[in-house]
């Protein structure tokens, strides 16, 4: 008798233990995933922030002409969200592509002078996903071609 009180003590303990590294095992995998998800959104926001700025630069360099920022981003000029803009599609990798195969989307519109800013034209750029979650936006100005 005293041999199976030492197996069912023994038994016991090995519950335990796997009770024990179980939740253990659960915690580890919780904050992997976390980290996981915390690397994702990195990831988004600095392929998004690398994308507004080129598109910014490049609104720039052209003196705010949408069709010249269309044709050197790879876009085209329609209606999105209610507004008329330009608008560049990109896959998963952040490269260009068509709005079927994408995942994300850059979208410039134009806003109107709000009397600050009476001598520069402006546009609002906005990085979104292709579900319409917001990564990045910000308004671009450039000064009027005749001052």
């Avoid at 992997?32 to 990195?42: G, I, N, Q, R, V």
């Avoid at 720039?60 to 044709?71: F, H, I, Q, S, Y």
């Avoid at 994300?104 to 709000?114: A, E, H, K, V």
């Amino acid at each position: 008798m005293n041999t199976r009180s030492k197996s069912t003590l023994f038994l016991i303990e090995q519950l335990i233990v796997i009770a024990v590294f179980a939740i253990c095992a659960a915690a580890c995998i919780s904050i992997l995933a976390s980290a996981y998800f915390t690397s994702e959104d990195t990831r988004d926001m600095s392929n998004a922030l690398l994308v507004a700025e080129s598109a910014a630069e490049a609104y720039k360099a052209t003196g705010g002409e949408l069709a010249d920022v269309a044709r050197i981003m790879g876009g085209t000029l329609d209606y999105a969200d209610g507004a008329y803009g330009l608008i560049v599609h990109y896959d998963g990798n952040w490269r260009a592509s068509t709005e079927s195969g994408a995942s994300y989307r850059l979208m410039l519109t134009p806003q109107d002078g709000d009397g600050i800013h009476s001598s520069l034209n402006s546009v609002n750029l906005i990085v979104s996903k292709q579900t319409g979650e917001e990564i990045i936006s910000f308004p671009v100005f450039t000064r009027d071609k005749g001052r």
